[in-house]
């Protein structure tokens, strides 16, 4: 066994070890040191990222007393008053309430963003460049701006505290984002795939169906993941619209803060409870998640 150092035009060293067995010569390379450290860096990082959930969880198994404690105490008891508080207050009309809200405004946007996609990227329109950018500039406008204008439409229409609403309100909101990432996945669809399947003589919705959908199945996985959290998360407009009936999960979780007594323990408590679905949402479609996110960046 031989070792041996080579350095290339970027200026890091590699060490190399050349090896002989049977009559065969095999070469194996050490990795950089500046791989390493930028490794350790990553580590950092998101040890960084994930520490304060880590926090929550801790905290939310503590006594309000422990919670509030300053400086914070590492290892205090165990205690489950802040799950109990927040159970016995009836989380489950919130909680069915995000999950349909979610689960509905998803797949009607995948539903409309999958062809609007297919119609920019693999047929596209005339000047189909602005109308991405018109979808875009949707994105621009604060959602407090056009409050007003949705509580006033909503009250002349008898649609508030109305689980329908969000839905449709969750639908336009997440629909350019899912065209936008469904257009560029679609761009890496083999022509010759739909060529063929002309020649067989497939029609546009079986093309669509049976054709394009499974090769860019991880991108939609991924639209639908990004949608399905963003209308988890979001709370301006559940707050303003609904009141009791439906009141969605992020609505109930800020009652628990108070201007009286202490809360932390129960607000940590609930935050995670309500974190549940989307981390379980996550870890199912972790693998779909990361080849769509990086479908195209490596041809």
């Known amino acids: 066994m031989s070792t041996s150092a080579s350095t290339r035009g970027d200026g890091t060293t590699h060490a190399t070890q050349t090896q002989k067995v049977g009559g065969r010569t095999f070469v194996q390379t050490k990795p950089p040191r500046r791989g390493m450290l930028l490794t350790i ?36 008891p165990v205690s489950l008053e802040g799950y109990r508080t927040f159970f016995a207050a009836g989380p489950w009309p919130p909680l069915l309430n995000s999950m349909t809200a979610s689960v509905v405004s998803t797949i009607l946007v995948i539903a409309l963003a999958f062809p609007a996609a297919y119609a920019l990227s693999i047929r596209p329109v005339k000047k189909w460049t602005d109308v991405l950018f018109f979808f875009l500039s949707t994105k621009m406008l604060p959602i407090v701006a056009g409050i007003l204008p949705i509580y006033l439409f909503a009250q002349a ?7 329908w609403l969000l839905i449709i309100l969750y639908t336009s909101m997440n629909m350019p984002i899912a065209v936008w990432m469904l257009q560029s996945f679609l761009a890496e669809v083999p022509v010759e795939m739909l060529e063929a399947a002309q020649v067989d003589g497939a029609g546009l919705l079986t093309t669509l169906r049976q054709v394009v959908a499974p090769v860019v199945m991880p991108g939609i996985a991924s639209a639908a993941l990004i949608c399905f959290i963003f209308s988890w998360n979001e709370l301006l407009l559940a707050r303003v619209l609904t009141s009791t009936v439906a009141s969605t999960a992020p609505v109930f979780l800020t009652g628990f803060v108070t201007s009286q007594g202490l809360f932390l323990a129960k607000v940590c408590a609930a935050s995670f409870v309500v974190s549940l679905p989307v981390l379980a949402a996550g870890f199912a479609a972790q693998d779909k998640l990361v080849q769509g996110l990086s479908m195209g960046a490596v041809k």
């Open 41 to 76: 860096l990553a580590w950092v990082v998101g040890i960084l990222f994930f520490f304060p959930v880590l926090w929550m969880v801790l905290v939310s198994f503590r006594a309000e007393t422990d919670a509030a404690s300053n400086p914070p105490v590492l290892f205090a």
């Open 157 to 163: 229409t008898n649609l508030l505290d109305n689980i």
